[in-house]
């Protein structure tokens, strides 16, 4: 199939690879991005790339707390002017709240729920499509709760108080004072900001994410040329890395890049004199995973409002 130029260029900025290896290794995908990505991981050629740190929507996330919850929501717009929008943001502001009141995991719960008024959050959500002329979607809601502690939330890029680009909330089980436990949850929260993990732990990756990791891993082993008992060493120690990277409690702090995320954990309780337990994250990051023409995102929203 032909090769676009567009195509070239996008795997070239995902992949940091050369314009003809782009080139050569979308020929041999057929033009598939994902698969082009995977065969240069393969041949050494670019680093992994977590594809929703690529934003391809607008809108904002918008993140509350009351002490021992806290919710995060995303609402999807089409353009950020909207996003900047006072009354947009009046929305965000107040579906966050409802969505907490709720203990809200399903963005359809939300939808139907009562918003401040007597209407449902639906139905405002459509005047508002209406009258700022222009298409916008409740997207994806999560609640973080704990017995005894806190739930702390941190917003990146904010845009207006509680709501920006990235939202994150940290649940921090413990009978630890506020005092303790507010600044360990900021800089828990800006940890997970920066880094990005994919899961609490090595055991909540996702299995399908691991076996393609394992198999560029693999593959990339094989061509050492080494005895295959070595080469599955090799994967091994791969695949022992990528769950170190990725899984939160295993990342290194991001303000010494030496101590781990438990470790950190462990010495604040320490210190404190009471066990502390990090129980969960949300990192919500505006757009991750839509990766599409802008038309496509405007029909998508479209459809989710039933417009």
């Not at 918008?62 to 995060?72: I, L």
């Not at 732990?201 to 082993?221: H, P, S, T, Y």
């Not at 969960?280 to 599409?292: A, S």
Request: hydrophobic fraction near 45%; aromatic fraction near 4%; charged fraction near 25%.
């Amino acid at each position: 199939m032909a090769i676009t130029a567009a195509a070239v260029k996008e795997l070239r900025e995902r992949t940091g690879a050369g314009m003809m290896d782009c080139k050569k290794v979308l020929s041999e995908a057929n033009g598939d991005i994902d698969a082009a990505v995977d065969m240069l991981r393969a041949k050494g050629l670019a680093a992994a790339a977590k594809k929703s740190s690529r934003t391809a929507a607008e809108g904002l996330v918008g993140v509350v707390t009351n002490g021992t919850s806290g919710t995060a929501i995303e609402v999807n717009s089409e353009t950020d002017f909207v996003a900047k929008n006072d009354q947009f943001q009046d929305f965000v502001s107040k579906v966050s709240q409802v969505a907490l009141d709720l203990g809200a995991n399903d963005i359809e719960a939300v939808a139907a729920a009562a918003y401040p008024g007597g209407e449902t959050v639906q139905e405002v959500l459509t005047n508002n499509i209406a009258t700022i002329g222009e298409n916008q979607a409740l997207r994806r809601v999560k609640t973080l709760s704990v017995s005894n502690g806190l739930v702390h939330s941190y917003v990146h890029n904010a845009a207006a108080p509680n709501m920006g680009g990235i939202g994150v909330l940290v649940a921090l089980e413990s009978d630890a004072d506020a005092s303790v436990l507010e600044p360990l949850g900021k800089q828990l929260a800006m940890h997970i900001a920066a880094a990005f993990p994919l899961a609490l732990n090595a055991d909540g990756l996702d299995q399908e994410m691991l076996e393609r990791e394992r198999a560029i891993a693999l593959e990339k082993a094989s061509e050492s040329g080494k005895p295959a008992e070595i080469v599955e060493k090799m994967v091994v120690g791969a695949m022992d890395k990528f769950a170190k990277e990725n899984a939160l409690l295993s990342q290194l702090f991001v303000m010494d890049n030496k101590t781990p995320i438990a470790e950190v954990v462990a010495k604040a309780a320490k210190e404190a004199g009471k066990s502390i337990t990090l129980t969960d994250y949300v990192r919500f990051q505006l757009g991750e995973g839509i990766e599409k023409e802008e038309s496509d995102f405007a029909a998508e929203v479209a459809a989710a409002v039933g417009g």
